[in-house]
Structures are given as structure tokens and as C-alpha cells.
């Protein structure tokens, strides 16, 4: 048994459940001693709770509370993406060593962080003899990264069993520091919705034949034409409500002048909407579907003219916006039938869950903003639009209320670490995410 917290953490961090899309190429024993550890690590859960075998390898537990009129749902996903093996990593990416007051390594962050601490409140909470006011359930995924279907199984075995959790909570927003120019406090954001995740792919067929007599427009330079009318056409730009919300709640701490645009910002839409597209990247996807080209495929020789070439175009779908839609725009920027446009992953975005503003208040979102302020008393709580995706965007089929917040403190640069190198989590840290979660389970009724 581990001493405490943050060797358990190590001890999960360690063992590398590294996803792969090809299921041939996932280390199912790596898989199974996570499982293995895991029970080692919190005996009370596994003994005072319900546990349904989700997946591969997903877990869901039940655990009764005093009531099962509203119940709850907390998310977190075992698996972790690749390590690039030339990234200029400072430690062991699956060492969990403890340098600077941080265990390092991959999952730390996302996502066996939220995991682990999930079940570091419940195992103190059932030490203490303590039982929830509503049943909790906890779905922890094992495919989350490679886009698997646990997450929709783990949906299926609650709708079966007749559960309508009142809200779910997965990974996402966090404690955010440096999230915004000249804002002195972080934020603690939390997604109410996330945007749809949809993959293309444009392909173009030619004869090909001998590079010593190209003809023009084969297909690599038709490919390669779309790709640039592509990246010229963005979509339109737009500021959704909650991150209005999001804007209006940073103004009181944000430098002038800033800080007064920004407490107009419903009355000044267009405007704000052209600055956040003008400050960068970062910015400029809160505002907008977003169009990457990701992957190129050609000529397998350097003398052959490729008879097809193609590119793989990540597409994060804005709210108010559909795949449909997204379809058209793409075919109307390429402009050249002979560009094929074929759907590889759809994904619409997520509806956008209850949260509380200057007109309305919700009680489940007024409960996590509470737990924030009770916790990082310097943080300012809001919703806010996720940009990547998650695995509660399955749960949108069986509840309404679906939000997505990690309670730690990350810099901007630990939040860049993610599905990068160096990520890290501050000891002080998860163990304030430990915290925050036992007292979200205090606070239920």
C-alpha cells in the first residue's frame, strides 16, 4: 500500500495506458496492471461500491448515497496519448518523478490526475464514514483519446439502469493563471459546452506515371491549390453567450482599457469578436470553427507522380455551427469538383448546459462556482466554450446539465505541456484538487 496521495498518483502515472487507434498496437497488460493498481491504491471504493465493467477497460461505480433523485456523475479517463520519443522531455515522461515541487509525467494533467483525485475523495470520505445525499457515479474511460466507444457504453449501462444524472462532470476548463492579457487573477473555467469534432478528408485521383513528364494540375498540385483556398477562407467569426459571460466576469480585473471593453462586451459584440480573432490563435478559436490540415499522403517515390494524393483536415465545429454547414464551406473554399470531400469522424457540437449569469442562476453550476470560490478563493469562476473534446459530450444524450472543469492550478505553460512534453502537475497543487472534489461531495443534496 502507498503511503499517501501523491504516491498513489506516481504509482498510476507510471504505468503507461498509452492509447493507439490501431488496437493492435495498445499494450493491454499495461492496461490491466493500471486496473490492478488501482484497486491496490483504493480498497474502500472498490469495496463499498457498485462496479460495472465499461469497454475494454473502463470502470464504472456506483455509489449509494441517501437518495437517488438527483444523481451525480464524475468523469476522468485512465488512458494517456503517446510520447514523442525526440520531445526535449526535462524527466521521465512515465517516471511521476518529483522535481520542483511537481510530479512530472504524462497523464499528471490529463487525465489521471482528476482520476486519481476523484477517488482520493471518495476513499477519504468512506474512511470517514461518510455517505453521499444522492448516489454518485464514477465513469472513469480507457479510450478517451483515440475517440472510443466506453464513454457511449458507460451512457448505455446508466440510460439502462434508468439513470438521469442531475449534472456530469468531466475534465476540462481549471484553475487558469495567465489566461488573459493583463487579467491579475486566474480563472476558473468551466466548459458548459465543447465544440464538435469532425475529420475530413480531400482527396484527388490523376493518372500519375513518370516524374520526368508531369502534366499540369496532377493531383498533389490540386491537393495542394484546395489546401491553400482552404486556409484563406476562415469560417465567420462570432462570440457565443458564455463567453460573453466569460468576458463580463474578468472586466473588473482587467487593466484599462481593456477591462472596460470587456465589461461592455454584450453591447460591443462585433467589436470584441474582431479584437479576440486579432490577439492570436488562442483567442481567435473561441470565436469560430477552426480548420486544420493535419496529415499529407502522395507519391510513395521521389521519381513517381502520385495517382492520389490526400490530406486529413481537423475541423472543431463552433457552436451555432454543424458538420453539415461545415461540409459546404469547405466545398465552396476548394472550389474544384475534383477535390473529393469525404466525412471521416463527425461530431456536432455539444449542446450548451444551464449556467448561472446576471439574468439567471443555476443550482448544479452555482454549486461547482461555490466549490471554486471556496477553494481557490483568488480564482474567478465562469463557464466558457471548450475547444477540444471530451468524453462528456456522450452524456449530453441522458443529461442536460454536462460541464467540464479539472480542479488544479495550471500555468500557461503546463496547460500547453498537455499532449505535449513536461506535463506536470504542483503537488500543493492536486492535493487542492483532492479537496475540491471531497468538498463538491459534501456539498450535495
Known sequence: MHDGPIERLQALVRIPTVSHRDPDLVDTDAFEAFLVEHERCFPRLYAACDL?????????????????????????????????????????????????????????????????????????????????????????????????????????????????????????????????????????????????????????EGRGGHASTPERNGPTVRLARAIQRLDRSPFPASTPAPTLELMRRIAPHAARPLGAVLARADRITPVLTRALVAAGAETAAMTRTTVAVTTLSGSPALNVIA????????????????????????????RDDLVDIEVVE??????????????????????????????????????????AATDARHFTAICERVYRFTPFRMTKAQREAIHSYDEHVGVDDYLAGITWYRRLLEELR
Not at 495517382?307 to 476548394?334: E, F, K, L, P
Request: proline share 7%; glycine share 10%; charged share 20%.
Open 346 to 387: 463527425h461530431g456536432e457540437p455539444s449542446p450548451v448546459s444551464p449556467y448561472s449569469d446576471a439574468s439567471r442562476s443555476d443550482e448544479a453550476f452555482g454549486l461547482l462556482e461555490r466549490t471554486i470560490t471556496e477553494v481557490f478563493p483568488d480564482a474567478v469562476p465562469s463557464p466558457y466554450v471548450m475547444m
Open 52 to 204: 460495472h465493467r465499461v469497454g475494454s477497460h473502463g470502470l464504472l461505480f456506483r455509489w449509494a448515497g441517501e437518495s437517488a433523485t438527483r444523481p451525480v456523475v464524475l468523469m476522468a479517463h485512465l488512458d494517456v496519448v503517446p510520447i514523442d520519443e525526440d520531445a526535449p522531455w526535462q524527466h521521465p515522461p512515465f517516471g511521476a518523478e518529483i522535481h520542483d515541487g511537481a510530479v512530472w509525467g504524462r497523464g499528471t494533467l490529463d487525465d489521471k490526475g482528476s482520476l486519481a483525485a476523484i477517488c482520493e475523495a471518495v476513499e477519504a470520505l468512506l474512511a470517514d464514514g461518510v455517505t453521499p445525499a444522492q448516489d454518485v457515479w464514477l465513469s472513469f474511460g480507457c479510450d478517451e483519446e483515440v475517440s472510443g466507444d466506453a464513454a457511449e457504453q458507460a451512457v448505455l449501462a446508466l440510460r439502462g439502469a434508468g439513470v438521469a444524472p442531475w449534472f456530469v462532470l468531466d475534465e476540462g476548463g481549471a484553475i487558469a493563471h495567465e489566461a488573459f492579457p493583463t487579467v491579475d487573477r486566474p480563472v476558473g473555467v468551466v466548459g458548459v459546452t465543447e465544440k464538435g469534432t469532425t475529420s475530413l478528408r480531400l482527396t484527388v
Open 307 to 334: 495517382s492520389s494524393a490526400s490530406a486529413g483536415v481537423n475541423v472543431r465545429v463552433m457552436v451555432g455551427d454543424t458538420v453539415a454547414g461545415v461540409v459546404d464551406h469547405v466545398r465552396r473554399a476548394i
